[in-house]
């Protein structure tokens, strides 16, 4: 499928990004400003005749038409026999929203009135802390949100608990008042088993202070039967449909922790940002449409030029989930190994994301991505605007470091260069030696999303933005971008080792690796 844009790629190496720029129009013309942004990919290999290539491949693969069905709540999640419509959570125009011939929006509209309800409750009661258990989709969006939107907090303080590890849960609730905190179980199955042992420990905590649990607790999921066994009552609990798939869920009931933390209103605000990007995505032509050209960028660098990892750098500190966040948008959606039909993948699958905030990446990572051997396409976030006033330097010198880091990708320093650097200290062979260890390769691809100020409504647009750019390249690929199949395997066999490690089942049938790792927790682990 990529064989005529591997073609163009040939040769494509040895010529220098830097020399595109003589075309004084480039910048413009590989660079996209919509919704309040600018997605500027002109810092990469891409051309006229590439991207040409990849409009057509978007074109081909039916990308237009898969977008449409998935908006039209076609069952597009074709392996678990669902819809696919976490964008009825955010249109918040109540436009309809059919499927199998019902319109979803009346219940989606209710629910979220009555998160607001809510909201406003809690946030004119005495509660203090709030605590979100929930784990993957039901923590990774509202932790990273809530992080993201710190300057609109007005609410209670809102903790994040989702690691089974007791150690998670025992540090937030050392800094929470068992009088004044308040519990929501986010979990979409109400069956995760990390979930659900956090919230019996938080019970168990209430019941330890002497604090009854009564009205303490709010569930957040589909399954309203299990939320009532664990003794959460209907009206506390928060149900949405299995068309919203975890990873997808922060724009409904699972996103009620950053509706206390900013408000109803900045959590509309987010919604209408997602919405925006979602109108601009079903009407933009591919040309000109952000999410499509996020991900030919995308695939051009792992599918064509055969990049493996994807370096997600925000140059924003409260991004500072976004790339784990990212990375279970993106790796557990299109991290699969057949296509839609069953048939082996005749081509890699979604790249490994990964990433950091800069600056402070600069002064770790950042070294193997000027000067490793690999080569690590690089995509820049960065606001134009900091929500400090009174420190606009501070900001000033990020935005300088941001497009330092793009630019040094791109030209490098050549042999000469470096050694007129060192040529004061060294001579001869050692001069020769040394500059060497200063060269920099550069012609490394980076992308740069820029956009006015980190608020409610960006946010909403960028989030909406990187799961479009997942469909797409889920859709170009051929791959069920929707299911996660493979997250079973572990929790069955963790399921069968808890005995063993408890020691209440004897090790039997295991390979010789865990039978001797279980046998140092026997020995170890109990003291
Ligand atoms: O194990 C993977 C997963 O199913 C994710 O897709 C999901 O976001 C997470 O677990 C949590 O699931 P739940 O919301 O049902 O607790």
Redesign the pocket.
Known sequence: MFEELKTLATGIGERRIETLFADEGRAGAFSLSAEDMLFDYSKTQIDAEVRAGLLALAEARGVAARRDAMFAGEKINETEGRAVLHTALRNLDGAEVRLDGVDVMPPVLETLGRMEALAREVRGSGITDVVNI?????DLGPVMATLALAPYHDGPRTHFVSNVDGADIADKLALCDPDTTMFIV????F??IE?MTNARTAKAWLADKGVSDEGRFIALSSNQEKAAEFGIPADRVFGFEDWVG??YSVWGPIGLSLMLAVGPEGFRAFLTGGMKMDRHFQAAPLAENLPVLLALVGIWHNQVLGHATRAVLPYDNRLLRLPAYLQQLEM?SNGKGVSMDGADLPYHSGPVVWGEPGTNGQHAFYQLIHQGTRVIPAEFLVAAAGHEPGLRHHHELLVANCLAQSEALMRGRSLDEARAKVADKFEGDELERQARHRVFPGNRPSTTLIYPLLDPETLGKIIALYEHRVFVEGVILGINSFD?WG?ELG?ELATALGPMVTGAAPVEGKDGSTAQLLKFVHTHGRG
């Open positions: 929930g784990i993957g989709g039901s986010a979990s979409k199955t069956t995760t979930t975890g990873r557990e996660q997250v929790k």
